[in-house]
């Protein structure tokens, strides 16, 4: 079946540091790819997403590339701040909705 | 404006007491709605889906019903909790002719 796999559960980073979080998923055909942002007690936001494949998405200084070839969607920044703090989860398109990652937590300290 | 909103934010409920949780969207006429749980910590696990009034989907039921009364409402209910069902509930919905999902504030519910 369609699942993402997120590798790093703790991400634990200083101020502008750079930032990879993996993600690799696994479904038919060339679904949407997603990046979603949880800020502590909050739902999570739609941070980008990606429809065709090869193609980068971007937004608020993160970005992720559609990789077809190694069926991955890692999501970067090169200077992360300490508000980008929270949880990120990689989704996939499986049926009627999402389905997300496991989630990876990062932590940006001062 | 499109909005989505759950209520009640947070209650702290005993083991085997009802439970009924809402959401409740604006802006658009017949989206698709999701009930996803979250358990402290964890990932987000779709729980509901509705299309359409009076039509329930379930994909993991965890002792829990869901019902759509109106085109704009979406409640998750129980009759007996567990303390299993503690967790984070998320609605969600899909505001446009894509897929994107768009999450409400959520409920934080303990069992105790």
């Known amino acids: 079946g369609d699942s993402v796999i997120q590798m790093q559960g703790q991400v634990t980073l200083s101020e502008n540091d750079f930032l990879f979080i993996n993600c690799t998923y696994s479904t038919t055909g060339y679904p949407t790819l997603f990046w979603y942002v949880q800020y502590s007690g909050e739902g999570p936001q739609l941070l980008l997403q990606v429809t065709t494949a090869n193609n980068k998405g971007s937004s608020r200084g993160f970005e992720a590339t559609y990789d077809k070839g190694t069926t991955s969607f890692h999501l970067q920044k090169t200077s992360v701040q300490e508000i980008d703090s929270a949880v990120y989860y990689c989704a996939t398109q499986g049926g009627r909705a999402l389905i997300f990652g496991t989630g990876t937590t990062v932590s940006v300290s001062p | ?112």
């Not at chain 2, 404006?1 to 017949?30: D, F, M, N, R």
């Not at chain 2, 759509?68 to 969600?92: M, N, V, W």
């Open chain 2, 1 to 112: 404006a499109q909005t989505i909103h759950q209520w009640p934010v947070a209650e702290i409920k005993a083991v085997g007491s009802p439970l009924s949780l809402g959401c409740t969207i604006k802006g658009k006429s017949s989206p698709n709605l999701y009930w996803y749980w979250q358990a402290t910590g964890g990932t987000l696990q779709q729980l509901f889906y509705s299309i359409t009034v009076g039509q329930v989907e379930s994909v993991v039921q965890l002792n829990l019903s869901a019902s759509r009364p109106k085109d704009d409402q979406f409640i998750l209910s129980t009759e007996k909790l567990l303390l299993s069902h503690s967790g984070f509930y998320l609605c969600a919905w899909v505001r446009d002719s894509g897929n994107t999902l768009y999450f409400g504030e959520g409920s934080r519910l303990i069992v105790v």
